[in-house]
């Protein structure tokens, strides 16, 4: 059926309380994730890790797909899409991010991926996406400026990671900026299970070229129980759990709303090292984490302007 549709809805029409307590439960999934995969990439190769991480998931949201309702593949009209967002969020992003990360340190990973709600902000209002907002910016900086205190807290040394690491995670950053703006009106008109279900089946398919090479099943399961762990982690807990939130979130309201969100794991990466690796706590937390809290309450806080956008085809139940 044809439908026009806003960007946002006003939040006297729907309660946004269990979107952003969902965004809190994807921030303590990824607080774990850096921790899954540094503990699977200490016995596998990043590219084996990314391969049973997407091949997994795509299992489980197979069966996701089988047991819901509704259609099982996408329209063709949207074939293009699926694959787009697939790139992105499977070869492109991950694999930058898992061998840029393995070149260069976590506070410099967290650092750079703090970027993105400024990415999403400003790649959304060109898009037409987002109306301007001074009080969403203001909280966008704020928060960007709390989790560079965060992570400078230990001093500058602390920081520093290689040139070639850091150029990697860059683009990682700029793939998941794209992924998460073109994302949103893709969840909008096919809602988050099918949107995300569709994007990581197709990020599976695009990497199986590489599977012959990078599979590794010998030397997998031959791995200790921790990193096989780390890996049912990252394929469960961070590619279907946390990216269906993402996609939950996308749907509801505006994308540089939830992705100010990622602005939150510095600081709770920091309580839970300081909580299970027994690392001390520094001046930066109290002030860093502080600021983020108060830019993330400060974009939150933005009055929801609906942004009329063109008739998208609704494909679903009537």
């Known amino acids: 059926m044809r439908a026009s549709s806003l960007e946002a809805v006003s939040p006297r029409q729907a ?22 995969g540094k503990r699977a990439m200490e016995e596998l190769p990043p590219v084996t890790v990314v391969l049973w991480r997407f091949l997994l998931s795509a299992f489980v949201f197979c069966l996701l797909l089988l047991l819901t309702p509704g259609p099982k ?13 697939g790139l992105l969020a499977g070869p492109i992003n991950q694999m930058l991010f898992f061998y840029g990360l393995s070149q260069s340190t976590a506070a410099h990973a967290a650092l750079l991926y ?7 902000y400003l790649m ?9 907002s001074l009080r969403a910016s203001l909280g966008i900086l704020t928060a960007l400026a709390g989790v560079v205190v965060l992570l400078l807290g230990r001093g500058l040394a602390s920081a520093r990671g290689s040139l070639v690491g850091d ?5 990682a950053v700029s793939a998941w900026v794209v992924y998460t703006t073109e994302g949103k ?50 394929a469960v807990l961070t590619s279907v759990v946390a990216y269906l939130i993402w996609y939950y979130a996308l749907s509801r309201v505006p994308a540089s709303r939830v992705a100010v969100f990622s602005n939150l794991q510095p600081a709770t990466t920091a309580l839970a090292a300081w909580v299970l690796l027994g690392e001390s706590l520094h001046w930066g937390l109290a002030l860093g984490g502080g600021l983020v809290i108060a830019g993330v ?22």
């Open 15 to 36: 309660s946004l309380g269990p979107v952003y307590a969902a965004l809190l439960v994807q921030v303590l999934i990824n607080t774990g994730t850096y921790l899954a």
């Open 73 to 85: 593949v996408p329209p063709r009209s949207e074939w293009r899409r699926v694959l787009m967002l």
């Open 114 to 120: 703090a970027l993105t709600p400024l990415g999403v």
């Open 124 to 132: 959304s209002l060109a898009r037409g996406h987002e109306p301007p």
């Open 167 to 171: 150029l990697l995670i860059l683009a």
């Open 185 to 234: 009106p893709f969840a909008a008109a096919h809602g988050p299970l099918r949107s995300t279900a569709w994007s990581m089946v197709a990020a599976a398919v695009l990497l199986l070229p590489v599977t012959p090479f990078a599979l590794a099943p010998v030397r997998t399961f031959s791995a200790s129980a921790s990193a096989l762990g780390s890996i049912a982690y990252l």
């Open 297 to 318: 309450r400060l974009t939150q806080s933005a009055p929801l302007v609906p942004v009329p956008r063109r008739e998208v085809e609704v494909v679903g139940e009537a």
